[in-house]
């Protein structure tokens, strides 16, 4: 069975540092999908970023990317220049193209941004 | 706006209360999922519908039943309300086109059993 590991319950960086979250995966499947989801106070699940396991180049979107080693099962999320608010529970999570589409969440990790 | 609508955001039930929290997409999606998230445990799925007129047990059914109506309205019913049941519930939605995106996710429902 697919699972998503998050090793670090809880991190903290200071306000426009880099901060870089960890997500392993265990697969034996070839085609995936790769998520960062965030979760801020108000509770609502926000897709922060995607990674097809077919490409090769690592996604980004503006101060979010994501370092994805594929043989290693490996998918970090690096956030550049923290704000306050990306104060977040952060998701790290799985997906196989199957009909059901099911997703497998890592347990989370809490971001706080240090002002 | 489209999207997942949950009902309702909160709710306190009793021990052995029952109650349905309802679901509906408007974006013609397929697929319908119902999470609960606890602290320290993510998000782990209960039941899913990958189509209108099918359910499936997720990683954690016991004590929920589903229905899916139609295509737009996924319930996930407690019958006998138990404080192990007490947790933020999500609805989620995903279509054939969307896979590449993830969920559209409701604004999730937090429920209490006391």
């Known amino acids: 069975a697919q699972t998503v590991t998050q090793s670090q319950p809880e991190m903290s960086v200071q306000e426009a540092e880099t901060v870089t979250l960890s997500c392993t995966y265990d697969t034996s499947e070839s085609d995936y999908y790769l998520f960062w989801y965030k979760q801020p106070p108000s509770r609502q699940m926000i897709l922060v970023i995607r990674q097809e396991a077919y490409k090769q180049q690592n996604a980004t979107e503006n101060r979010f990317s994501v370092n994805f080693q594929k043989a290693a099962k490996s998918f970090s999320l690096k956030i550049s220049d923290s704000q306050l608010g990306d104060a977040a529970m952060y998701f790290c999570?799985?997906?196989?193209?199957?009909?059901?589409?099911?997703?497998?969440f890592g347990k989370g990790t809490r971001l706080h941004i240090l002002p | 706006n489209a999207g997942v609508t949950q009902t309702p955001k909160f709710q306190v039930l009793k021990t052995g209360q029952s109650m349905t929290l309802q679901c509906a997409q408007d974006m013609n999606h397929n697929s319908m999922y119902w999470y609960r998230q606890d602290p320290g445990m993510g998000l782990r799925l209960i039941y899913y519908s990958a189509s209108e007129g099918t359910t499936d047990k997720g990683e954690v059914p016991n004590g929920y039943n589903v229905s899916r109506l139609n295509k737009r309205e996924f319930s996930l019913r407690l019958e006998s309300a138990a404080p192990s049941q007490t947790s933020v519930y999500f609805c989620?939605?995903?279509?054939?086109?969307?896979?590449?995106?993830?969920?559209?996710f409701g604004s999730g429902t937090r429920l209490t059993v006391v």
């Open positions: 989620a939605s995903s279509g054939l086109r969307d896979r590449y995106y993830g969920y559209t």
């Open positions: 999570a799985y997906k196989t193209p199957t009909r059901d589409d099911k997703i497998i």
